[in-house]
């Protein structure tokens, strides 16, 4: 299958201060990504739809001027959480639908995740 | 309104039985596509199963099937003889439209606990 990398894994900062974090999408072009947050024991929320030329698509509720999210070509996409909280502090996981012949009909190919904890 | 709605948030399954996985959505739109996703404690997304609206057949894979009940909108999964290693979170997810990058919803999942 395809594979997804996202960078880094585990991060700590300070509150205040912004975090960038990569996807990258190793052997395929992803037009599209998606990130998800997931708070412990919960399910995987969709924050927002990245769209690799054009501006991300955000989901309901969830601040655009929070969590910037740029793609800049077509293997990559990054989230910057912007002047992070403590209530910031989530695992965050980006995906990419496989390219035709990768994977089934659309299958979401995940990064490994992104713990952030903003103290 | 939940699009997809997994009832069960924990099961306890004997190490060797079959277990089934509830899973009902909801769409108005003809074309979509189920998932299910495994995630274990280590936090990576393991792809299990798809099945696409159109299909006649339930998917299957492995140990894994997917009893599809198109007029009931639902989308079980079915493991046959669990194993110890089957211990994780499982995820039903639905793509509501026809193309490979329409956004992906998930379900808040099932804790599923093998016991030996």
């Known amino acids: 299958g395809a594979v997804v990398s996202q960078h880094p894994s585990r991060v700590i900062c300070k509150s205040g201060t912004s975090v960038k974090i990569e996807c990258r999408s190793l052997d395929f072009q992803a037009t599209t990504m998606f990130w998800y947050r997931q708070f412990p024991k919960q399910s995987l929320m969709l924050m927002a739809t990245s769209n690799e030329g054009s501006k991300a698509t955000?989901?309901?509720?969830?601040?655009?001027?929070?969590?910037?999210?740029?793609?800049?070509?077509?293997?990559?996409?990054?989230?910057?959480?912007?002047?992070a909280h403590p209530e910031d502090s989530s695992f965050y996981i980006c995906s990419a639908p496989g390219g035709w012949g990768q994977g089934m009909d659309g299958e979401l190919f995940f990064g490994e995740g992104s713990r952030l904890t903003v103290l | 309104a939940q699009k997809i709605t997994q009832t069960q948030p924990g099961m306890f399954v004997q190490e060797k039985e079959a277990v089934t996985l509830d899973c009902t959505y909801?769409?108005?739109?003809?074309?979509?596509?189920?998932?299910?996703?495994?995630?274990?404690?280590?936090?990576?997304?393991?792809?299990?199963?798809?099945?696409?609206?159109?299909?006649?057949?339930?998917?299957?894979?492995?140990?894994?099937?997917?009893?599809?009940?198109?007029?009931?909108?639902s989308a079980n999964l079915v493991i046959s003889a669990s194993q110890l290693g089957d211990s994780a979170m499982y995820f039903c997810a639905m793509r509501e439209g026809p193309a490979r990058d329409d956004k992906i919803i998930f379900g808040k999942g099932t804790r599923l606990h093998i016991l030996p």
Do not use: C
């Not at chain 1, 955000?58 to 912007?82: M, P, R």
């Not at chain 2, 996703?37 to 299957?60: H, R, V």
């Open chain 1, 58 to 83: 955000y989901e309901q509720g969830v601040e655009k001027d929070k969590f910037l999210i740029n793609h800049a070509s077509l293997t990559l996409s990054t989230l910057t959480v912007t002047s």
């Open chain 2, 26 to 73: 909801d769409t108005s739109d003809p074309s979509y596509g189920l998932f299910w996703y495994k995630q274990p404690s280590s936090g990576e997304m393991i792809f299990l199963i798809y099945q696409g609206s159109y299909d006649q057949q339930n998917a299957t894979e492995g140990r894994y099937s997917l009893n599809f009940q198109k007029a009931r909108k």
